[in-house]
């Protein structure tokens, strides 16, 4: 009976006692769940448009962060380090559809998967080397990003906000409806849905595949790249951030592997959820449940919808 | 010319169901056993038994579990690390529980609750395949890994949170714990990984191994043919589970001699996974080679830059592991799927027809 107190009434009472804490508790969700999304989206992109399960998108957040960082720290000015981060990217881009997906056409998704794999580590040896092992400070000051936190008295109590993350989750929110838009309306975008739907019927109406998929790993690349910065400025940029970059996974699951609007919600269900579980639940159990917490609802997720909350249904032909 | 079969005729189901039906191929495993049970021993120092052969068995041992589950199964895992962790921290709380019972049976038995463990999260795998299932065996590392770290009792209640192996003799010779000689540790290692090889082998070539394998290529046709799908699987990620919880077993008793749960983190899984990758999906030999080959590149790139004067910084090394497994993976899935073993078969085919072109 005291334990069904603990589980079931304990941690609720908790939360009507102390309302500035659970508001606080679900923003701290809400901008952990917001970089999930992030991470997700770039999944996404990639999964939409080539059916490729990009394993390194994680990686790609650490490594477009690492650059950044690499290029300021070796004196070149801030925004000049972006501008060739983002060639980077591209260079990055151009090369995985050159050298990895171009002679792996055709092959079964598990070892495209497989080879992204393959991605990840030469991206994690790579960075390594030239940028050094060692965890580097994002350089927030120079690109202008805010710092500091706003307080607000409510809910009886103190909530405090990082200037930062709040300038994080408006430019994910901007970034989010720009790529809707980019999908939507332009003529890339129409093209990108089309390679998704059918990758014959696109090259049958001219669309270049290879030019497609370079574009789409390029997009996920600058995903990664906005990731990393709000990413590198609240923990240290080093490749120890690659196990919280797995974090995207359940997000995909729960949102569906095709649907950007599911990874937004998928990821904020993630964070809301893992934060709040922690925070009220966590102790029964001794502490640190977010470490699996988000892969366990994805399993239980995966038993009842497998295609997600958004995700089309999988039809499996024969 | 070398390596040819003219005159071996096969005159009873015996000889034509054998696992190395051709004469040569018999000799060949003879003197490699020869080599590993007695050449290594006498003539290999303290460093080439310790730190190559021993740990080099322990990962073949692994890998071969995976295989069994990705490369003959066709179920893709990422929790073989945490398979790995349940082996040993059930051989330690066995063997603290019951101190007077002979070690190897705790060790072997230990793979019995790595098996359970598999199962129980192998059960999503009937509804779902490819990298949904990668996700959900996810789950089961970080959640095992957790366990590992919050259960106080799994460890003893260490203050250090590591578990660290007792001194166990076997017929008065020191089995495990820091006062165990590398050679009889080896021994040990050598034999339990032969004889679970030769069981995989008789797996994989019978009955349950033809069912598995017509799931991987197939799990509708295979449904179809009268197999039952979550049996088979769930058999698949049970001796797939025992074999890694064996390994990690003999891993933390018989090579590192304590452990914390980092040693089973999800790098582990990767490591293992690639190993199959590069040596060959649905291979034991492959999983022999691909084990060799990962984990001797690093000893190779600490070793050989320096005699050829070029010293390398151990961080250095890190990374260019790192890059070089990361290429080699994309090279093999690009050049050949099939891996190190199918390299191997298309030399023996060489060997075969030379000095003639086909």
Same mark, same amino acid.
């Given at each position: ?38 991470i ?29 960082v690499?290029?300021h ?75 500091g ?24 929110s901007?970034?989010v ?53 709000f ?30 609007p ?9 964070g ?37 909350l ?9 | ?28 495993i003879f ?64 063997t603290?529980?019951?101190?007077? /019972? ?6 072997i ?26 996700? +959900? ?27 660290? /192996? ?13 006062? +165990?000689?590398?050679e ?61 919880g ?16 980092t ?33 001797i ?6 070793? /050989? ?47 075969r /027809? ?5």
């Amino acid at each position: 009976m005291d334990l069904f107190y603990n589980i079931i009434i304990d941690p609720f009472a908790q939360m009507a006692q102390a309302p500035d804490l659970l508001a606080q508790t679900l923003w701290e969700g809400l901008v952990g769940g917001m970089l999930y999304a992030l991470i997700a989206l770039g999944f996404v992109l990639i999964f939409k448009a080539s059916g490729v399960f990009n394993f390194a998108q994680g990686i790609m957040v650490v490594f477009a962060a690492l650059t950044l960082v690499g290029l300021h720290t070796a004196g070149v000015p801030a925004f000049l380090a972006l501008g060739l981060t983002i060639v980077v990217m591209f260079v990055l881009a151009w090369t995985i559809e050159r050298v990895v997906l171009r002679p792996l056409v055709n092959q079964p998704d598990i070892i495209l998967f497989m080879a992204t794999f393959g991605i990840t580590y030469f991206l994690i040896g790579f960075g390594e080397f030239v940028f050094g092992g060692d965890p580097k400070i994002m350089i927030t000051e120079a690109l202008y990003l805010p710092k500091g936190s706003i307080t607000y008295k409510a809910f009886g109590g103190v909530v405090s906000l990082q200037r930062l993350d709040i300038v994080a989750v408006i430019v994910a929110s901007i970034m989010v409806a720009g790529l809707g838009v980019f999908f939507s309306k332009t003529r890339i975008g129409r093209a990108l849905r089309a390679v998704a739907d059918s990758h014959s019927a696109a090259l049958s109406v001219g669309i270049s595949l290879d030019q497609i998929w370079v574009i789409v790993w390029f997009a996920a690349g600058l995903v990664a790249l906005v990731t990393g910065i709000f990413w590198g400025a609240r923990s240290d940029v080093s490749f120890a951030l690659d196990v919280i970059a797995l974090k995207a996974l359940p997000v995909l699951i729960l949102g569906g592997f095709t649907s950007i609007p599911g990874a937004i919600v998928g990821g904020l269900i993630i964070g809301i959820g893992e934060k709040l579980g922690e925070f009220y639940w966590g102790p029964l159990i001794g502490g640190g449940t977010d470490a699996w917490f988000a892969y366990v609802i994805a399993l239980v997720f995966l038993l009842f919808r497998p295609q997600g909350l958004f995700g089309e249904k999988i039809i499996e032909r024969v | 010319m070398f390596y040819r079969e003219a005159g071996q005729f096969k005159i009873s189901y015996a000889s034509d169901q054998a696992v190395f039906p051709i004469l040569q191929d018999r000799i060949g495993i003879f003197i490699i056993l020869a080599i590993a049970f007695v050449v290594i021993p006498l003539t290999g120092n303290d460093f080439i038994i310790n730190a190559v052969m021993i740990p080099f068995l322990i990962f073949s041992l692994a890998a071969i579990g995976l295989n069994l589950l990705t490369g003959y199964t066709g179920q893709l895992s990422l929790g073989t690390g945490a398979f790995m962790g349940v082996g040993a921290y059930a051989c330690y709380k066995l063997t603290t529980i019951f101190p007077g /019972v002979n070690i190897i049976f705790w060790v072997i038995a230990s793979g019995f609750f790595s098996a359970a463990a598999g199962v129980v999260f192998g059960l999503p795998s009937l509804r779902i395949k490819g990298f949904y299932l990668a996700i +959900a065996t996810l789950a089961a590392q970080f959640f095992l890994e957790w366990c590992f770290i919050r259960i106080p009792w799994l460890y003893n209640y260490n203050v250090s949170a590591a578990i660290e /192996v007792p001194q166990r003799e076997l017929f008065g010779i020191i089995v495990t714990g820091p006062r +165990a000689s590398a050679e009889t540790r080896y021994y040990i290692v050598l034999s339990i990984v032969v004889v679970m090889t030769w069981i995989a082998s008789n797996l994989v070539h019978g009955r349950i191994g033809r069912a598995w394998m017509a799931v991987r290529d197939m799990d509708i046709a295979a449904e179809l043919m009268g197999i039952r799908l979550l049996p088979t699987k769930l058999l698949a990620f049970a001796v797939s589970s025992f074999y890694c919880g064996v390994a990690g077993a003999l891993l933390v008793f018989l090579w590192y001699g304590g452990a914390e749960s980092t040693v089973f983190a999800i790098n582990e899984s990767f490591t293992i996974l690639f190993m199959i990758i590069i040596g060959g999906l649905g291979s034991l030999l492959g999983a022999f080679l691909g084990a060799g080959l990962i984990y001797i590149l690093p000893i190779i790139l600490r070793f /050989v830059p320096p005699e050829l004067g070029l010293p390398l910084h151990a961080a250095t090394v890190e990374h260019l592991t790192f890059m070089i497994t990361g290429a080699l993976i994309i090279l093999f899935l690009i050049a050949e799927p099939a891996g190190l073993a199918r390299l191997w078969q298309i030399g023996k085919q060489k060997l075969r /027809v030379w000095p003639f072109p086909y």
